[in-house]
């Protein structure tokens, strides 16, 4: 399987409910998750279903979808924005059950609650398994979504001087492969040691 190294520049600060902290959440600011560079880039390239609803969650089958498997995107200088408050207005808005207004402004997420961001000009790096989407499409850059209602914008490139990456152990358990973990994160996010690019090929090659 061919390997394909990225660099990963963040255009636009984005968020996700990554790390429980008090008064709300904070993001993994070293990490762009396999996940979600696979789905940006099935999005840019036109590759999801049109729908007004999501589908029903099935990883295993939405990821073997694409012609290509990613690599995790990793930053060596991570930074994160600080907090800012945010509201989940669930009670006035969604019209839920008095039960679940009152759940709704309790805990890390209340009514009113804190994220951080990873701010713009952030830069990652990672690869691509099997498909060059930028042969493909013509283009030397291109642009995906990533983050929370995906308001975040990434700028990939192609970069040859990659050589080494790092893999999702709870991805590859999703295909039945078992690799070691040895950094714990999420439990869809658990990172592999480090390993050259010729042998996340060979892992990443029997995801289907």
């Avoid at 669930?90 to 709704?104: D, I, R």
């Avoid at 850059?141 to 990939?156: C, F, K």
Wanted: proline share 7%.
């Amino acid at each position: 399987m061919k390997t394909y190294g990225i660099k990963a520049t963040t255009l636009t600060p984005y968020a996700y409910h990554a790390l429980m902290v008090q008064g709300g959440s904070a993001t993994l600011p070293e990490l762009i998750s396999d996940r979600a560079l696979a789905f940006g880039l099935a999005s840019t390239l036109g590759m999801l279903r049109a729908s007004v609803a999501l589908p029903e969650k099935d990883y295993r089958t939405h990821l073997a979808a694409p012609p290509f498997r990613t690599s995790v995107l990793t930053n060596h200088d991570p930074k994160l924005l600080p907090p800012l408050l945010r509201r989940l207005n669930l009670e006035e808005e969604a019209g839920y059950k008095q039960k679940t207004q009152l759940v709704s402004k309790k805990g890390n997420l209340a009514t009113f609650h804190q994220i951080q961001e990873v701010p713009p000009g952030q830069v990652f790096h990672g690869a691509i398994f099997g498909f060059n989407p930028f042969q493909e499409t013509g283009q030397t850059r291109l642009v995906i979504r990533i983050g929370l209602h995906r308001n975040g914008m990434v700028l990939l490139e192609p970069d040859e001087q990659v050589t080494a990456v790092v893999l999702n152990a709870a991805t590859a358990d999703l295909f039945g492969q078992v690799l070691p973990v040895a950094r714990y994160c999420l439990h869809g996010l658990q990172l592999t040691p480090e390993m050259s690019m010729r042998e996340a090929a060979g892992k990443v090659a029997e995801w289907n």
